[in-house]
């Protein structure tokens, strides 16, 4: 009887969930995966197949109105709904993938009670599987409800929103009135050449975003280095007076600082009339026209130095003093040892922190937003202006004009120049830099 | 005991997640009117009714007080009204981010009409239909009204912008032309307002001139770049060098109107701080007319004011239009200018000798005679105006005539 019935429960399991589990005394085990198997037909049936049906097309049918005498209104016969379907469809498709390697598992768990038992074993129990998963198995334990949160909360909303990117949903195609579909890689074609205000305006903004980037990251980093060790030199009396003065720029809120800054330096501004009042111009000056890219870079200098300088006091001071002492003795000036001995130092143990300034300012939303908005605006630009970077001229695109699916592809594109840049510099100096490398 | 420990921490972790994402998503659980159907709408009363309202944060105090006067004008249901702050300017984006769960009626500038019927967003105004038409002023019912069918009920109309000046500096004849005011300005050293670089104004140049269309694709159709087009940005550029013409807008005027500011253009809205600012002083009118190629042109504007809707996934449909015909009709305009000096559309109202008396909606009413519906205006207009009129202001080097056709290239992009 073993070598047919074996058969049969090996097929049966198949089929039934469970099934090759229940046979072999794993009975709660295989209620288990039967009741995963329910759930996941009832949920298809219920909810997921429908929106599954319409993933390929993302809806058919628009929403009409149909006249109601006796009410004498236009009643709204509703429609697909591209973005729920969209949505929901993304979500059954994940549901399907969790039910697929629940089936892997259960063809494999039939498999190993088959084995045991041809081997005369007993397959564990499902107190014995408890017990495994709260000693030698507890990393699963304890990871699979942060991973699920990260699944559900993170990862899905980012598919979500990925998927946009090769839709044509904008504000010509928005729900529930109007459906939206795939157009495959249409909006980075439009981006990249197809479009040639589009692409201009795109090379424009990532030209002036990288520019603004560097510039940036590198004017905070060694003006505040020049800061803490102008304060850490011997002789400076009052450092920690010096060093507090510093910090209370930190301790308003940065957004304050900035709103603030924007009105001292408007064409009309406390800067300007003061100016005018003492006779030293005669026209305002127009930081926010004129020098709009060197007042955002100055007004971010002076609010970045402060953090930087704050960082490199305590790495100064960690320097070992017997490899200046050394050097001082070997000859060297102050020039050389900041050359040879500071910057070094300085950079090994920087180098992450001036990776993510780095990736920041690439994504420095609210220095530019809260600062010029953008403008000066430009006709050498689309719906842009000239101190924009890629994230402002994305949030301006969400939120002032409806159109998701450039924005989506920006984000996608953004997403691909930082992750490269980061990967690379990451390679370049925090991975390759061994302290032994150093000195 | 530490791995009950870490296992709780991952599950609150987990929780907070949750939490976080359920409390980020607006007004979840919002009655969407489940006691009703539109099938049981029909006439005869005694039902139990769930709305949701929306309106600004500055409007709570009359929109409570015209729900109290709804109920009490229609004892034979129960309503049971729920407001929510959302201000005119975000109702359309945030309407459409989850349309099921928005307001039933709701107030939203009229701009937005054209976006939301596009989204398939707002019902039909039916009922009532005719009466609404007959008793609002018909720039008003214009606003509301897309390729024929009225789409929604006109509330205000007071978005637009004309002339305010100082009086013991311009006279009310000065006020008439550009260049007598500039003259004047220039005479007594003190400085004009005419914020070129917004988009809005810079249509009172163009509008004058040109005409503003909509081709059957949605796309926007001007002719800015014509010989008339470019007349009229000769004269923007003439008006910005005259040297009594400043930058700045708003904050601007709020700040030095009748210290060095003796004229401005702006809206309703800053009517309050210019009577503070001038006291006796205070005048507004219609806007000046513009020496343009060589002719006196009377400078046009937008015409726009706040539009209630009714949200086509509304289950009680039947009951809101008949809420939203309450809340825009005579009595709460009238209660409205009354509460907060808002600009009725209500013919009967907009007579009234209170409405009459009231400087800046004369000048306001006035300025409308010359003003385009706001309506008709595609979102590729602002930006490439907007971005033509900064270069105005920012001084043009080469050629008009070449900004020109490449803002009305954005714009019929």
């Known amino acids: ?439 | 005991m530490k791995k009950l420990l870490a296992l709780t921490l991952a599950s609150l972790l987990l929780l907070a997640f949750a939490a976080g994402c359920v409390s980020a998503s607006p007004s979840a659980g919002t009655p969407g009117g489940n006691t009703n159907t539109d099938g049981s709408g029909s006439q005869p009363g005694g039902e139990t009714v769930d709305l949701l309202v929306w309106g600004p944060q500055e409007g709570m105090e009359f929109l409570n007080k015209a729900i109290e006067e709804f109920k009490n004008a229609h004892p034979e249901n129960t309503y049971n009204i729920t407001t929510a702050i959302v201000n005119e300017g975000d109702a359309k984006s945030r309407l459409l981010e989850d349309p099921e769960a928005g307001a039933d009626v709701f107030a939203f500038a009229d701009d937005q009409l054209r976006d939301l019927v596009g989204a398939g967003a707002l019902y039909e105004i039916t009922r009532n239909a005719g009466d609404i038409k007959s008793r609002n002023v018909s720039t008003a019912v214009d606003i509301c009204t897309l390729d024929g069918k009225l789409m929604a009920y006109p509330q205000t109309g007071d978005n637009g912008y004309f002339l305010y000046y100082d009086k013991s500096v311009i006279s009310a004849e000065d006020a008439k032309t550009l260049d007598a005011i500039l003259a004047r300005c220039n005479d007594t050293g003190m400085k004009f307002i005419y914020a070129v670089n917004e988009a809005w104004i810079t249509a009172s140049w163009f509008l004058a001139q040109g005409t503003l269309g909509l081709g059957d694709d949605g796309k926007q159709i001007v002719d800015f770049n014509n010989a008339n087009g470019l007349a009229a940005a000769e004269a923007m550029i003439a008006m910005v060098n005259s040297g009594a013409w400043v930058t700045g807008w708003n904050e601007v005027m709020t700040d030095s109107m009748g210290d060095t500011i003796a004229a401005g253009v702006s809206g309703t809205w800053m009517a309050n701080d210019m009577i503070t600012k001038l006291g006796d002083n205070y005048a507004a009118t219609k806007l000046p007319t513009a020496t343009i190629g060589g002719r006196q042109v009377q400078l046009s504007s937008f015409f726009g004011g706040k539009l209630v809707g009714v949200n086509s996934q509304s289950k009680v449909a039947v009951h809101a239009m008949d809420f939203a015909d309450f809340l825009t009709g005579e009595t709460m305009q009238a209660l409205n200018f009354e509460m907060r000096g808002i600009g009725p559309t209500n013919i009967k109202v907009a007579d009234s000798a209170d409405v009459k008396a009231n400087i800046a909606l004369a000048a306001f009413a006035e300025q409308a005679k010359y003003a385009y519906p706001q309506r008709d205006v595609q979102g590729s207009y602002w930006d490439a105006v907007g971005a033509f009129g900064s270069e105005v202001v920012n001084g043009i080097t080469g050629s008009p005539q070449s900004l020109l056709d490449e803002m009305v290239a954005q714009i019929m992009e």
């Open chain 1, 1 to 439: 009887m073993g070598q047919s019935k074996a058969k049969v429960i090996t097929g049966l399991n198949f089929a039934v969930m469970g099934a090759g589990c229940a046979a072999r005394g794993q009975v709660a085990k295989g209620i288990l995966l039967f009741a995963a198997q329910c759930s996941y037909i009832c949920f298809m049936v219920f909810f997921g197949a429908g929106y599954l049906a319409g993933f390929r097309t993302l809806g058919v049918t628009e929403q009409t109105a149909a006249w109601n005498e006796s009410l004498q209104i236009n009643e709204t016969i509703k429609g697909d709904n591209s973005m729920l379907i969209l949505l929901f469809g993304i979500l059954s498709l994940a549901v399907t993938a969790l039910f697929i390697y629940l089936y892997i598992v259960n063809i494999r768990l039939g498999f190993k009670a088959l084995q045991a038992e041809r081997e005369g074993r007993r397959p564990p129990t499902f107190r014995e599987d408890l017990r495994s998963l709260w000693n030698d198995k507890y990393h699963l334990v304890l990871l699979t409800l942060p991973a699920i949160g990260l699944l559900a909360f993170t990862v899905l909303p980012q598919i979500f929103m990925v998927c946009m990117a090769f839709t044509n949903f904008d504000k010509t195609h928005q729900p529930p009135g109007k459906l939206f579909t795939w157009v495959g890689f249409d909006n980075f074609k439009e981006i990249f050449w197809s479009n040639p205000r589009k692409s201009q305006t795109f090379l424009r903004i990532l030209g002036w975003t990288l520019t603004w980037a560097v510039t940036a990251t590198a004017t905070c980093y060694f003006g505040g280095i020049a800061l803490a060790l102008l304060i850490n030199k011997k002789g400076i009396r009052l450092k920690k007076m010096w060093r507090s003065f510093f910090v209370i720029t930190i301790a308003v809120p940065q957004f304050v600082s900035l709103l603030l800054i924007r009105q001292f330096l408007n064409d009309n501004g406390t800067l300007n009339i003061l100016l005018q009042n003492w006779g030293l111009i005669d026209q305002p000056i127009m930081f926010f026209r004129d020098y709009a890219r060197q007042t955002v870079l100055f007004v971010n200098f002076w609010i970045g130095v402060p953090y930087t300088m704050l960082i490199t006091t305590g790495i100064l001071m960690n320097i070992p003093a017997d490899l200046y002492e050394s050097a001082r003795m070997d000859g060297a000036g102050p020039f050389l040892t900041f050359r040879k001995i500071t910057v070094p130092y300085m950079f090994f143990v920087t180098a992450p922190y001036l990776i993510t300034q780095f990736v920041g300012n690439i994504n420095n939303f609210n220095v530019i937003y809260l600062l010029t908005g953008g403008e000066p605006k430009s006709l050498d630009y689309y719906k842009a202006g000239k101190t924009d970077l890629l994230i402002t001229w994305l949030y301006k695109q969400t939120v002032d004009e409806q159109d998701y699916k450039l924005a989506s592809t920006l984000g996608i594109i953004i997403f691909i120049i930082i992750g490269a840049f980061s990967l690379l510099s990451f390679n370049l100096f925090a991975g390759g830099g061994k302290e032994e490398n150093f000195q």
